[in-house]
């Protein structure tokens, strides 16, 4: 067990509540309600993106249908067209024009019923374009969401950093000059323990709110001022205050 000098022990209480504040620090910075607001809109996000995707490849598949419904029905009006002008004309035999007369009833026939396709997709394109509409609205509103979240996180992450830069000035002063061997074992106990040093109050460690039992806390009392000794319960630093 390493020696320090008692005021280096009694400094030791002042880094370990400096560094207790940094872990605070750290929990906050881990545990801010912005953080779990903006992991709520990412999934919110994630699924209306995949509604969104589904709603902008139905409109598409819907207008190339409907450009092709319009082409089909196009070819159909063009080549009645051709005909009635051919059957205006009258040229050619009687047998030539009745034939043409012919497709052009045909023709028509086949120019309603593509005409009823192409309402149909039409109306169909209309409904799609109508909740593409709505989905996009929505999506773009959980964009906008987020983007506030996001400043209002950074915002208090800025507040954080600047409380933390000011902490770990504080605790790299009341570090400096330390007994090394001290700061060393400190640091150990730290990694392992979360906290390396606590008060010794009457018989209680003040790191694990434990009493010590009297042979214990005697034999503490009898040992040098700078012996540097540990809890018997929880293992860390207890540095020992005067006497009040």
């Known amino acids: 067990m390493p020696n320090a000098p008692a005021a280096d022990q009694?400094?030791?209480?002042?880094?370990?509540?400096?560094d207790t504040r940094l872990s605070q620090l750290a929990h906050r910075r881990r545990t801010l309600p912005e953080l779990a607001r903006i992991a709520e809109l990412e999934t919110q996000l994630a699924d209306l993106h995949t509604a969104l995707v589904t709603s902008q490849t139905a409109v598409a598949d819907l207008r190339r249908e409907?450009?092709?419904?319009?082409?089909?029905?196009?070819?159909?009006?063009?080549?009645?067209?051709?005909?009635q002008t051919r059957l205006d004309s009258g040229q050619g035999s009687a047998k030539d024009l009745q034939a043409i007369q012919h497709e052009l009833a045909s023709l028509a026939k086949r120019q309603g019923d593509l005409e009823e396709v192409e309402i149909e997709v039409m109306e169909r394109l209309e409904a799609h374009e109508g909740a593409l509409t709505e989905v996009t609205a929505a999506h773009t509103a959980l964009v906008e969401q987020r983007t506030a979240v996001e400043a209002q996180r950074d915002a208090a992450f800025a507040e954080l950093d600047v409380e933390v830069g000011q902490v770990e000035a504080e605790r790299s002063s009341a570090a400096a000059g330390l007994d090394t061997a001290l700061v060393a074992l400190y640091d150990k106990l730290r990694g392992q323990l979360g906290t390396g040093a606590a008060a010794l109050r009457g018989r209680r460690c003040e790191g694990c709110r434990l009493e010590l039992n009297p042979l214990d806390l005697d034999g503490i009392?009898?040992?040098?001022?700078?012996a540097v000794v540990r809890c018997e319960e929880c293992g860390r630093i207890l540095v020992r205050l005067p006497e009040q």
Do not use: F
Request: a positive charge; zero cysteines.
């Open 10 to 18: 009694r400094r030791l209480l002042d880094v370990q509540a400096l």
């Open 66 to 83: 409907l450009t092709k419904a319009e082409a089909d029905v196009q070819q159909v009006r063009d080549r009645a067209a051709r005909n």
């Open 221 to 226: 009392k009898a040992k040098p001022e700078d």
